[in-house]
């Protein structure tokens, strides 16, 4: 508030005194749509000729429907989810991923520009949320790479953080690995981003991959991995590197 936010009481009341809706980087799917299509959501209070954006990580098919409703509603809709975890959104640097209406990007892309550093157009509606699930899918691969490393490195008896430098100067050098070990030699398991969040995603993705015909066995496993942490060891709510928790509880 200091910085000079106003204060509403629901959505419906944002929407109703703004032009460009830009909210919802909420949990899951149905609070997604919660948001929009409630009694006091979104979509209560749109008016025409506005642009309504859901940032939240969701799914393709949901980010058409509300396209669709927005239509009705004569308003343009974008899905942006994004990438880059607390240190990116404090940072302002943040890679944001869009499907939807072109004339709204063009239109929020001078917005879009203030919370990231990285902005692309994808195509139509939900194809944001499948670039999202792409950058999941890639980062399930380095999420379950960096700790097995760990684990491996401190069962040969290695100097870790020695380990960490050496490894991020090499080819093995990733974001995840850099922003996440080094929380992990400190013990910090403060999520950046939900492991329960992020088990979501990865149960999306492996969805739309069904859909489209494809196997992928490596996101299956991470997958798996994940639903032991969340809901076998209840770490949901520590973040994507508290994987390694369940490897020392093995």
Not at 62 to 70: D, N, Y
Not at 137 to 153: D, H, K, N, S
Not at 215 to 233: G, H, I, N, R, S
Request: aromatic fraction near 8%.
């Amino acid at each position: 508030m200091d910085a000079g936010a106003t204060w509403a009481d629901t959505p419906q009341a944002v929407a109703s005194q703004s032009d460009i809706v830009m909210t919802t980087m909420v949990g899951y799917p149905s609070d997604v749509e919660a948001v929009y299509t409630g009694d006091h959501g979104i979509f209560a209070g749109i008016q025409a000729g506005s642009v309504v954006v859901d940032m939240t990580t969701s799914t393709p098919a949901l980010a058409v429907k509300l396209t669709e409703i927005a239509h009705d509603h004569d308003v343009q809709a974008l899905d942006a989810p994004v990438s880059g975890g607390d240190v990116g959104a404090k940072n302002a640097t943040l890679t944001v991923m869009v499907g939807g209406d072109q004339a709204a990007y063009d239109r929020v892309l001078p917005v879009f520009e203030q919370l990231g550093q990285r902005v692309s157009y994808f195509g139509g509606a939900g194809k944001g949320q499948h670039t999202k699930m792409a950058n999941q899918i890639m980062i399930a691969g380095t999420m379950t790479g960096l700790t097995e490393m760990l684990v491996y490195a401190k069962a040969a008896g290695l100097n870790l953080p020695q380990v960490l430098a050496t490894l991020s100067s090499g080819g093995a050098d990733n974001w995840s690995m850099d922003n996440y070990v080094p929380r992990i030699l400190k013990g910090d398991y403060t999520p950046g981003f939900f492991a329960k969040h992020f088990l979501k995603d990865l149960r999306i993705a492996l969805q739309e991959a069904d859909r489209m015909a494809l196997d992928l066995p490596a996101t299956k496993q991470a997958k798996l991995l994940y639903e032991a942490m969340v809901e076998d060891f209840d770490l949901g709510d520590d973040g994507t590197q508290g994987l390694i928790k369940t490897y020392e509880q093995k």
